[in-house]
Every structure is written in structure tokens, then in C-alpha cells.
């Protein structure tokens, strides 16, 4: 089985606690088997240089009994000067959750896409922000050349 793509996740939270890491949403991804995390590791900031990292056993048994279920494979990959370089411009007071995952989905597409004699050429994420810029300049020129009164239909 191919390896789908892997992916970087970095969620800031205001306050010292991981209350907002969305436990039950990773979990039904990762029950789907849309998804597998690789590694995550987190982060509180109390101060402007001095950020604590946290492996997920080192969590405080509530914040670790709703992320640790959804933890198949911890391997290291996050190293703690990484955390450092992501929390860098973070206010003190804040936490963080820094994952890797990998799109298990994506890998059984491209061996379906094998299997049927093709080969999957390209496969890249537009950033959201960017993604978000055209729908809303596609929105304006549309307002621009809607007629006061009428909608669009749609």
C-alpha cells in the first residue's frame, strides 16, 4: 500500500490547557481511516522565550484520555527546536498541539489509480487564506455585474 500524503498540523489555543484540541474529530478521522497520526507533541508558552514541550504522556490525564486514543504511531519526528521555530511569534499565556499525520485515504486512491494503469502526476494543497482570496474576489466582480435588486440564484 502507498503512503498518502503527510501533512503538518499546528493549532494555538489561548490559555494554558488543551481544552480546545478536537479530540472527537480527529478520532472519527482516524476510525474512517481517512487519516493516521505519526506524531504530535505539545506546547504551552508562559513566557516570551520559554515554551514547554509535552509528549502526550507527560498531559494531564484529562487532556491526554481524549488525544491519546487517536495515537497510533509516536516516532519522534517533531523535535523540540522545531516546536520552538512554530511557537516563535506566539504570545506568552498560549498552547499549542503540533501534528503529523499522514492522508491514508489519499494512499489507497493511488493505488486504485495504479491498479487501473494510471499514476497520480500531482497532488498539492492550496492554502486555505488563498483559496478563500478568490472565492471572495470571484464574489465581488459577481456583485459588481449583478444588477441592484436581483440576486444571483445561487
Avoid: C, H
Avoid at 481544552?19 to 481511516?33: H, K
Avoid at 492522508?103 to 500531482?122: C, P, Q, S, Y
Avoid at 472565492?135 to 455585474?145: F, V, W
Wanted: net charge negative.
Amino acid at each position: 500500500m502507498s503512503l498518502g500524503p503527510v501533512e503538518l498540523l499546528v493549532l494555538k489555543y489561548r490559555g494554558d490547557r488543551f481544552t480546545g484540541v478536537p479530540a472527537e474529530s480527529i478520532r472519527q478521522l482516524v476510525d474512517r481511516d481517512m487519516i493516521r497520526i505519526i506524531d504530535v507533541v505539545f506546547a504551552k508558552k508562559t513566557g516570551d522565550n520559554d515554551v514547554r514541550v509535552l509528549e502526550l504522556e507527560e498531559l494531564e490525564d484529562d487532556e491526554s484520555a481524549r488525544i491519546g486514543p487517536v495515537v497510533s504511531d509516536i516516532n519522534g519526528l517533531i523535535k523540540p527546536e522545531d516546536v520552538m521555530t512554530l511557537t516563535a511569534g506566539w504570545e506568552p499565556g498560549t498552547s499549542g498541539a503540533v501534528m503529523i499525520f499522514e492522508n491514508t485515504w489519499a494512499g489507497r486512491f493511488a493505488d486504485d489509480v495504479a491498479a487501473g494503469g494510471g499514476e497520480v502526476v500531482l497532488a498539492e494543497r492550496i492554502p486555505r487564506a488563498v483559496v478563500e482570496e478568490v472565492m471572495r474576489g470571484r464574489q465581488e466582480q459577481e456583485d459588481e455585474t449583478t444588477p441592484a435588486g436581483q440576486g444571483t440564484g445561487g
